[in-house]
């Protein structure tokens, strides 16, 4: 016998209203499996999910339609889909760094700068500074004008030894500032830079020229 799934949605939707929603679970579950592609009734069944309190059953609902959504280029909803697992699950990383490069890729710059943001500070709890550096990389090229953002990778590059990139930062960051008419705050982070390499000219210089 076929699987009839207007009549089952038609169950479904009766239970919930009788507010019966472990049955609907079962029936939903059964539509999902007989119709894999059927995100809303994915979406539905993980909202029953969070209702009965089953929140990894909800988080692995609402994960696997937000794939099927940046897969077929629905970015949008694909993010809409990750803010729902974010409410249930806030410390989850992979999620957060799934949800900043899509907010990176549809420019919504704050948004994925808030969510690299977070990454950031919990690889530096964690004592994972180099996921933490690669994370700040991220947000300095995501906003380039961002000179607090720059001026705290040039920072920590310092703090971990790394520094030809604290170097370079530092001048990216000075040379940013100078952009923005901020001489004063320039000539301060081009000091900065001759200290990390006393030896390059072009710090020496573009200190030297604000003077």
Request: overall charge neutral; aromatic content about 10%; proline content about 3%.
């Amino acid at each position: 016998m076929s699987f009839n799934k207007a009549k089952s949605l038609k169950t479904a939707s009766k239970y919930v209203q009788q507010g019966k929603y472990q049955s609907a679970i079962e029936e939903y579950r059964q539509i999902a499996q007989a119709d894999p592609a059927d995100v809303t009734t994915l979406n539905t069944l993980g909202d029953l999910y969070v209702k009965v309190g089953q929140t990894s059953e909800a988080i692995a609902s609402f994960l696997h339609i937000a794939e099927h959504y940046r897969v077929s280029g629905f970015y949008l909803k694909a993010i809409a889909m990750l803010k729902k697992v974010s409410k249930l699950d806030p410390g989850n990383i992979d999620v957060s760094l799934k949800l900043a490069a899509l907010y990176a890729q549809q420019k919504l710059i704050v948004d994925a700068r808030h969510q690299y943001l977070s990454v950031a500070e919990y690889y530096l709890r964690e004592g994972q500074t180099p996921q933490a550096l690669e994370i700040y990389q991220k947000i300095a090229d995501l906003d380039p004008e961002n000179t607090a953002v720059q001026l705290k990778l040039a920072e920590a590059y310092l703090r971990e030894d790394q520094v030809e990139k604290a170097y370079d930062t530092f001048m990216v960051t000075a040379n940013e500032m100078r952009r923005q008419n901020k001489d004063i705050e320039a000539l301060q982070i081009y000091v900065r830079a001759i200290k990390a390499n006393p030896k390059s000219p072009a710090a020496l210089a573009a200190a030297v020229n604000l003077y």
